[in-house]
C-alpha cells in the first residue's frame, strides 16, 4: 500500500490542523493505519493508531484528549485531528499501515512521506 500524508502546516499554540493519509494500491487489505512524529534530533514517536474497522483506537499519553485519529474506508484515507497545539508537539508526522493494531513502529510495514507540523509560541 502507498501512503500520501497532507494537512500540515504553521500554527499557533493552541491551535489545530487537520491531517489525512490517502492510502493507494492494495487498500482492500485490512489494515491497521497509524501516526507517528518525528521532532528535530529526536527519534520517530508513536502518536495514535486506529483499527481497519476503526472499533478501537489508542494515543500516546502525550496526545490524549488533543488528538482524534479516524478513518473513512470508502474514501481509503486516514485522519488526524489535531486541537490544542503545543510547540512540543512540531514535528514531522508519519502515517503507516500495519497488519496487527499496535503503537510499535517496526510492525508498520508501508509509511508515508510525512507532513511537517511547525507549532510556534
Known amino acids: 500500500v502507498q501512503l500520501q500524508a497532507s494537512g500540515g502546516g504553521l500554527v499557533q499554540a493552541g491551535g489545530s490542523l487537520r491531517l489525512s493519509c490517502a492510502a493507494s494500491?492494495?487498500?482492500?487489505?485490512?489494515?491497521?493505519m497509524g501516526w507517528f512524529r518525528q521532532a528535530p534530533g529526536k527519534e520517530r514517536e508513536f502518536v495514535a493508531t486506529i483499527s481497519w474497522s476503526a472499533g478501537s483506537t489508542y494515543y500516546a499519553d502525550s496526545v490524549k484528549g488533543r488528538f482524534t485519529i479516524s478513518r473513512d474506508n470508502a474514501k481509503n484515507t486516514v485522519y488526524l485531528q489535531v486541537n490544542s497545539l503545543k510547540p512540543e508537539d512540531t514535528g514531522v508526522y508519519y502515517c503507516?499501515?500495519?497488519?496487527?493494531?499496535?503503537?510499535?513502529?517496526?510492525?508498520?510495514?508501508?509509511w508515508g512521506q510525512g507532513t511537517q507540523v511547525t507549532v510556534s509560541s
Open positions: 503507516a499501515a500495519s497488519s496487527v493494531l499496535t503503537p510499535n513502529p517496526m510492525l508498520f510495514g508501508s
Open positions: 494500491g492494495r487498500t482492500s487489505s485490512n489494515y491497521a
